[in-house]
């Protein structure tokens, strides 16, 4: 039978681009399988969505810090500032960058994908309230990071035709493996719902970041692999 253990995350406050941040974390024992940096909003998680995030993320073995700016947008500046504040914050952990998912919320959203497009990290994901996040002025269509984007296409389907657009200049300017997914009939997928519409793509968003994230963080080896490892390569260089 098994039990499942909630984990509250431990919260501080730090200062980051001069405004004060809620910062929340949830460290692992034993040999985790990698880190993500969150920033959730302010306009994309509450705090119990948040500590439900960084628990299903536990689930499938990462750590998590995640940053709440607290009465004030992101403008890319301080989505810079945060990302940097949370990345320095798994870098003491001993995570380099590939072992790393940078995964954005809300206005958080385009903190991932800045992040994406100016560092090579494991994997990036962004989940906006609005796809306009995304594609509006000063859009980022070149990736060095592998990118995930889900979004709602509006209740009549408005952005479809935008959203498409953007998904094939990403697709076509980035290196690295990008997918934009859009959910037709909400507007976005980042609260649960009794609406039918509205519960599924939740439901795809979460399977989709667990899938990306698992697909592109490198995990971090156990003792056994390094032990192995090193076996191996003693025995390569001295074959005798």
């Given at each position: 039978?098994?039990?499942?253990?909630?984990?509250?995350?431990?919260?501080?406050?730090?200062?980051?681009?001069?405004?004060?941040?809620?910062?929340?974390?949830?460290?692992?024992?034993?040999?985790p399988?990698?880190?993500?940096?969150?920033?959730?909003?302010?306009?994309?998680?509450?705090?119990?969505?948040?500590?439900?995030?960084?628990?299903?993320?536990?689930r499938?073995?990462?750590?998590?810090?995640?940053?709440?700016?607290?009465g004030?947008?992101?403008?890319?500046?301080?989505?810079?500032?945060?990302?940097?504040?949370?990345?320095?914050?798994?870098?003491?952990?001993?995570?380099?960058?590939?072992?790393?998912?940078?995964?954005?919320?809300?206005?958080?959203?385009?903190?991932?994908?800045?992040?994406?497009?100016?560092?090579?990290?494991?994997?990036?994901?962004?989940?906006?309230?609005?796809?306009?996040?995304?594609?509006?002025?000063?859009?980022?269509?070149?990736?060095?990071?592998?990118?995930?984007?889900?979004?709602?296409?509006?209740?009549?389907?408005?952005?479809?035709?935008?959203?498409?657009?953007?998904?094939?200049?990403?697709?076509?300017?980035?290196?690295?493996?990008?997918?934009?997914?859009?959910?037709?009939?909400?507007?976005?997928?980042?609260?649960?719902?009794?609406?039918a519409?509205?519960?599924?793509a939740?439901?795809?968003?979460?399977?989709?970041?667990?899938?990306?994230?698992?697909?592109?963080?490198?995990?971090?080896?156990?003792?056994?692999?390094?032990?192995?490892?090193?076996?191996?390569?003693?025995?390569?260089?001295?074959?005798?």
């Open positions: 039978m098994s039990i499942d253990v909630r984990i509250e995350p431990e919260v501080s406050t730090a200062i980051v681009a001069g405004a004060k941040v809620a910062v929340s974390t949830v460290l692992l024992g034993g040999v399988r990698g880190a993500t940096v969150i920033v959730a909003g302010p306009d994309g998680l509450d705090s119990a969505e948040s500590t439900e995030l960084m628990n299903a993320l536990a499938h073995g990462y750590e998590s810090v995640l940053a709440t700016p607290c004030r947008g992101t403008d890319d500046d301080v989505a810079r500032a945060l990302v940097g504040h949370l990345v320095d914050r798994v870098d003491a952990r001993g995570w380099p960058p590939e072992q790393v998912g940078v995964i954005g919320y809300g206005q958080g959203a385009r903190a991932a994908l800045i992040a994406g497009s100016e560092t090579t990290f494991g994997a990036a994901i962004s989940v906006p309230r609005d796809a306009r996040t995304l594609t509006g002025p000063g859009r980022v269509t070149s990736l060095r990071t592998p990118w995930l984007a889900m979004a709602g296409l509006g209740s009549r389907g408005e952005l479809t035709g935008e959203l498409s657009s953007y998904r094939e200049e990403v697709t076509n300017r980035s290196a690295e493996h990008t997918s934009v997914v859009g959910y037709p009939g909400v507007t976005h997928c980042l609260h649960d719902s009794t609406d519409l509205v519960h599924a939740v439901f795809d968003s979460w399977q989709r970041t667990a899938e990306w994230l698992n697909a592109h963080v490198v995990p971090r080896p156990t003792p056994l692999a390094d032990a192995w490892r090193q076996r191996r390569e003693a025995t390569l260089s001295d074959p005798g």
